[in-house]
């Protein structure tokens, strides 16, 4: 197989050799060593042969030498083909253009494939600080195994990952790691209670319940023991849902005034060099009576190069001032439902609000100062430690 | 005298060594395949070529090769290689 692709690479030529009866050409030729190929006997005193283009000038000057008539019967090979191509000049121009034209777009990267997870978006911003993402350039990315380590290395959630880079396509396949079973407790302790309520209701899983429905416990108080009645401690553990109250203080203004765009805007365009910004594209000055201006920067880049430009869209919306007069029973209703999401986000848990109650309120300077009441039903429980002790005291 | 003296040494040396007695430069080696295909190593120069003979010279005396349709498929420095149907190879001595 070598031997032909060279064979083609240096092309070679069919010759028939005429009036030569003793074929003195052929001994000529294998004395100089020229390789041959396929030499056919024919009839009357004429042989073909078949030899490599760089031995024709031998092959013609044996053949003058002994003056035999020479006919050429074929040729093949590469230097024909180029011969036969450098005259069309557009198809060779379409060959050149699809030969660059491979090599450009086999440069990107086309196709990403992350399999084996269900959240392929970590992985593909992890892959995206890697340069790996369709339309990246490949001779950005390192290689498999150091894509692999940096992606270990950026993913603590797996536990493995496989980067085959396969032409312009890039598959990723990731195992997740999966976590462990939380460690069971057997430490000893209490459930105290964490704020003081009146006790809803008790679910112990462990330890004894030392407080009943309706009674009130003060802040500290153990709710679920973890001693028990032998003397021996547990890790105690359940849920005491109480009912807790809260005063919360609200200033609410009066009066509150808000934007609204009424979405026409004009487009200001800057190009800002070092620092100053010139005007390039844009210089309408709409007529409105309130605006708001939103910018963009983008900083102008040549390849990686980071030019010391940045391009500045600047957007100046109209705006539409909104005034409204809250009366008193909206504002009370407002403060309400503030004081209800305010308690609640300080809770963790679950926990629901049963009652408000508003203790006072008073309108002074355009403002509402309120205090408002709330009673919410939830878990006060607490764990607290219990000190390693001897079990009998 | 000297070059018989030199032969006499190799072909000793050959025996002695049990060297294959192809290796000695002045020896043709011919393979046959079937009688489709013969490959002659070592060889000196084609004496006569038709599409029924060929007569090759060796180092001592010549080999021909009679049969059909024979074509020299391939001649380089070292080898030659005849294709057609052989009907029989004849050696003559120098």
Same mark, same amino acid.
């Given at each position: 197989?070598a031997v032909r692709?060279?064979?083609?690479?240096?092309g070679?030529v069919r010759?028939?050799?005429i009036g030569d *009866?003793?074929k003195?050409?052929?001994?000529a030729?294998?004395?100089?060593?020229?390789?041959l190929?396929d030499v056919?006997?024919? &009839?009357?005193h004429?042989?073909?042969l078949?030899l490599n283009l760089?031995?024709?000038w031998?092959?013609?000057?044996v053949?003058?030498?002994?003056s035999a008539?020479?006919r050429?019967l074929?040729k093949f090979?590469?230097?024909?083909?180029?011969?036969?191509?450098?005259?069309?000049?557009?198809?060779?121009?379409g060959a050149?253009?699809?030969v660059a034209?491979?090599?450009v777009l086999?440069s990107?990267?086309w196709?990403?494939?992350?399999?084996?997870?269900?959240?392929?978006?970590?992985?593909a911003t992890a892959?995206e600080?890697?340069?790996?993402?369709?339309g990246?350039?490949?001779y950005?990315?390192?290689?498999?195994?150091s894509?692999q380590?940096?992606?270990?290395?950026a993913?603590p959630?797996?536990?493995?990952i496989?980067?085959?880079?396969?032409?312009?396509?890039?598959?990723?396949?990731?195992? *997740?790691r999966? *976590?462990?079973a939380p460690p069971v407790?057997t430490?000893?302790?209490?459930?105290?209670?964490?704020?003081?309520?009146v006790?809803a209701n008790?679910?112990a899983?462990?330890?004894?319940a030392?407080?009943k429905p309706?009674q009130?416990?003060p802040?500290?108080?153990v709710?679920?023991?973890?001693?028990l009645e032998?003397?021996k401690?547990?890790h105690?553990?359940g849920?005491v849902?109480?009912i807790?109250?809260?005063?919360?203080d609200?200033t609410?203004p009066l009066q509150?005034?808000v934007?609204?765009?009424t979405?026409a805007?004009v487009q200001?365009?800057?190009?800002?060099?070092g620092?100053?910004?010139?005007?390039?594209w844009?210089?309408s000055h709409?007529?409105?009576?309130?605006?708001?201006?939103?910018?963009h920067?983008? *900083?102008?880049?040549m390849?990686d190069?980071?030019?010391?430009?940045?391009?500045?869209?600047e957007?100046?919306?109209?705006a539409?001032p909104?005034?409204?007069?809250?009366?008193l029973?909206?504002?009370i209703?407002?403060?309400?439902?503030?004081?209800?999401?305010d308690?609640?986000?300080?809770?963790?848990? &679950?926990?629901?609000v049963l009652?408000q109650?508003?203790?006072q309120?008073?309108?002074?300077?355009g403002?509402l100062y309120?205090?408002?009441?709330?009673?919410v039903?939830q878990?006060?429980?607490t764990p607290q430690p219990?000190?390693s002790?001897?079990?009998?005291? | 005298?000297?070059?018989?003296?030199?032969?006499r040494t190799e072909?000793?040396?050959?025996?002695?060594l049990?060297?294959?007695?192809?290796t000695?430069e002045?020896?043709p080696r011919?393979?046959m395949?079937?009688?489709?295909?013969?490959v002659?190593d070592?060889y000196?120069?084609?004496?006569?070529f038709?599409g029924?003979s060929v007569?090759i010279?060796l180092?001592?005396g010549e080999?021909?090769?009679r049969g059909e349709e024979?074509?020299?498929?391939?001649?380089?420095s070292e080898?030659?290689?005849?294709?057609?149907i052989?009907?029989?190879?004849d050696?003559r001595p120098a």
């Amino acid at each position: 197989m070598a031997v032909r692709i060279s064979e083609f690479l240096s092309g070679s030529v069919r010759a028939r050799i005429i009036g030569d *009866p003793n074929k003195k050409v052929l001994s000529a030729l294998i004395a100089q060593e020229v390789p041959l190929y396929d030499v056919h006997s024919l &009839e009357d005193h004429r042989y073909d042969l078949t030899l490599n283009l760089r031995h024709v000038w031998a092959l013609i000057a044996v053949t003058r030498e002994i003056s035999a008539k020479l006919r050429f019967l074929d040729k093949f090979g590469l230097p024909f083909v180029l011969w036969r191509a450098g005259r069309r000049k557009v198809f060779l121009a379409g060959a050149a253009f699809f030969v660059a034209a491979l090599y450009v777009l086999s440069s990107f990267i086309w196709h990403v494939q992350i399999a084996g997870t269900d959240q392929p978006e970590a992985i593909a911003t992890a892959l995206e600080k890697l340069h790996i993402y369709p339309g990246g350039l490949l001779y950005k990315v390192l290689d498999q195994d150091s894509v692999q380590m940096a992606l270990l290395d950026a993913l603590p959630d797996i536990s493995w990952i496989g980067v085959r880079i396969s032409g312009t396509s890039v598959y990723v396949r990731v195992i *997740p790691r999966t *976590p462990l079973a939380p460690p069971v407790h057997t430490e000893p302790q209490n459930i105290v209670a964490a704020d003081p309520g009146v006790v809803a209701n008790v679910l112990a899983d462990h330890g004894q319940a030392l407080v009943k429905p309706g009674q009130f416990v003060p802040q500290g108080t153990v709710l679920i023991s973890g001693i028990l009645e032998d003397g021996k401690t547990v890790h105690a553990d359940g849920q005491v849902r109480a009912i807790v109250w809260y005063r919360t203080d609200l200033t609410l203004p009066l009066q509150t005034v808000v934007d609204t765009l009424t979405g026409a805007y004009v487009q200001h365009d800057y190009l800002i060099i070092g620092g100053l910004p010139i005007q390039v594209w844009g210089f309408s000055h709409p007529p409105y009576k309130y605006t708001e201006i939103q910018s963009h920067d983008t *900083p102008v880049t040549m390849g990686d190069v980071r030019l010391p430009l940045v391009w500045r869209v600047e957007k100046v919306y109209e705006a539409q001032p909104h005034k409204t007069v809250w009366t008193l029973k909206s504002l009370i209703d407002r403060g309400l439902h503030f004081a209800a999401k305010d308690v609640l986000a300080g809770l963790s848990g &679950e926990a629901n609000v049963l009652r408000q109650n508003v203790l006072q309120r008073k309108v002074e300077h355009g403002n509402l100062y309120m205090t408002v009441w709330t009673e919410v039903l939830q878990d006060i429980g607490t764990p607290q430690p219990i000190a390693s002790q001897p079990a009998k005291q | 005298m000297k070059r018989q003296w030199r032969e006499r040494t190799e072909r000793m040396a050959a025996e002695l060594l049990e060297v294959p007695k192809d290796t000695l430069e002045h020896v043709p080696r011919i393979t046959m395949i079937g009688n489709l295909q013969i490959v002659i190593d070592n060889y000196r120069s084609i004496l006569t070529f038709e599409g029924t003979s060929v007569r090759i010279a060796l180092a001592k005396g010549e080999v021909a090769i009679r049969g059909e349709e024979l074509v020299l498929k391939v001649i380089v420095s070292e080898q030659i290689v005849i294709e057609g149907i052989i009907f029989g190879v004849d050696f003559r001595p120098a």
